[in-house]
Every structure is written in structure tokens, then in C-alpha cells.
């Protein structure tokens, strides 16, 4: 296994246009995660799912933005109508229940 | 004020130094996790501890829970160690998300 994979790994869209990333967890990994980084800053949570079911979301996560993982495989993250704001770096992680969380490259997303 | 705070928030050391980066957390948890971040993104997990200590070749992590403090510590540092450091946690309080700190960047000069 190669470990957390995502994609795109660079995103630049403009204002407006809607963008959708994926993120293929560890296969054996029941537990994924989303977090946004701001330059500068940590990482901060956005949600998460046990398999398929999304168990929570954070109040960062606007009625925009949706996260499906429909097989309790990969993962998509979609932004609707895109901010400036909305510019940072989308990480996703795996774990295998609350063990070690594995992170992915990251989707650098630039809103012009 | 952030639930996790790292200090110092930027750190330039000389080649082969010993080198500490603090994280204090407020509340009780689970786990503490210690992660690199090199320019690009990536994250690393580097440990994830509970109690004590963990030595991973030149990196250590301690962690003391009664005063709700860990420290990483990098000896013999290399300019290959310049990073992002961060510290996360995870606890009852927070549901089973990290919450980070702000990170601490270092540079080790050659």
C-alpha cells in the first residue's frame, strides 16, 4: 500500500466555479478525516467519516461545502460556488479507528 | 486563545544543536501527536504518545500529563531537519478530530 493518496494535488479555479477533490484513504483504514491549512497556521479539522457514515462536521464547514465517502473507500470533498477565502490546503487523513491518523500530500486550492 | 500552544513559533538553530519546541495543551486528552510538515504540505506523523517518552532515532517526545506539556526534542540537529513541527491532540473533548497548534518552524543552518 502507498499510503494516503489525493488528487488533485494543485487546484486553481476562479470565484465562483465549483471544485470537487478526492482522497483514497489506506485500504484497511475504516476512519477518514478532512482538515483545511491556512498559511501559517495548523491544520484545522473540517469532518470526518467511520466507513461511510459521516460521524461530524465542524462549523468551518458551510452549507458549500460537502464530503461524501460513498463505499467507506475514497473520499470526495466538493466547494460550490467558490470564495477567496476558500483558497488554503485541503488534507486528508486515514486511521484505523483513533490510531495514528496518516496524511495525505495535500490539494493546494487557489481561488483567483 | 488557541487550545494548543506551541512555542517557540519560529526557531533558527546551528547545525548539530540540541533543539526543544514546547506544546501546552488546556484540557484533558486522549493523545498527543507530534507531526512534520516539510514546504509542499506533506505531513509526517513522528509519534503519538500518552505517557512518558518515545525516542525515534535522534528525535525525542516527552509528555507530562499532570502539567499537560510535551516537548520534542531533536538532537545533533541536520539542515535536513528544517520543517514544520506541529503538535496535535486528541481527546474526549474534542471527539475523535486533532486539534492542532499553530506549528513551529525551524531551520537549521549549515
Known amino acids: 500500500d502507498t499510503g494516503v493518496s489525493q488528487d488533485p494535488r494543485h487546484k486553481i479555479t476562479k470565484r465562483g466555479q465549483n471544485v470537487t477533490f478526492r482522497c483514497d484513504p489506506i485500504s484497511e483504514h475504516n476512519r477518514l478525516y478532512w482538515y483545511r491549512q491556512t498559511l501559517g497556521q495548523g491544520p484545522e479539522f473540517l469532518t470526518y467519516?467511520?466507513?461511510?457514515?459521516?460521524?461530524?462536521k465542524s462549523r468551518l464547514l458551510s452549507d458549500r461545502f460537502s464530503a461524501e465517502r460513498p463505499k467507506g473507500s475514497f473520499s470526495t470533498l466538493e466547494i460550490q460556488r467558490t470564495e477567496q477565502g476558500d483558497s488554503a490546503m485541503y488534507l486528508c487523513?486515514?486511521?484505523?479507528?483513533?490510531?495514528?491518523?496518516?496524511f495525505g500530500p495535500g490539494t493546494r486550492l487557489t481561488v483567483l | 486563545k488557541n487550545e494548543v500552544e506551541q512555542s517557540p513559533q519560529n526557531l533558527t538553530a546551528q547545525e548539530g544543536e540540541f533543539i526543544t519546541i514546547n506544546c501546552s495543551y488546556s484540557v484533558g486528552i486522549s493523545a498527543l501527536h507530534w507531526l512534520q510538515q516539510h514546504p509542499g504540505g506533506g505531513i509526517v506523523s513522528l509519534f503519538m504518545l500518552s505517557s512518558g517518552k518515545k525516542k525515534h532515532g535522534r528525535l525525542i517526545a516527552t509528555i507530562n500529563i499532570q502539567e499537560k506539556h510535551s516537548s520534542l526534542h531533536i538532537t545533533a540537529s541536520h539542515p535536513r531537519d528544517s520543517a514544520v513541527y506541529i503538535c496535535?491532540?486528541?481527546?474526549?473533548?474534542?471527539?475523535?478530530?486533532?486539534?492542532f497548534g499553530a506549528g513551529t518552524i525551524l531551520r537549521v543552518k549549515s
Open positions: 496535535a491532540v486528541h481527546g474526549p473533548q474534542y471527539g475523535n478530530k486533532l486539534v
Open positions: 487523513a486515514s486511521s484505523l479507528w483513533s490510531d495514528t491518523q496518516y
Open positions: 467519516f467511520q466507513n461511510e457514515a459521516q460521524l461530524e
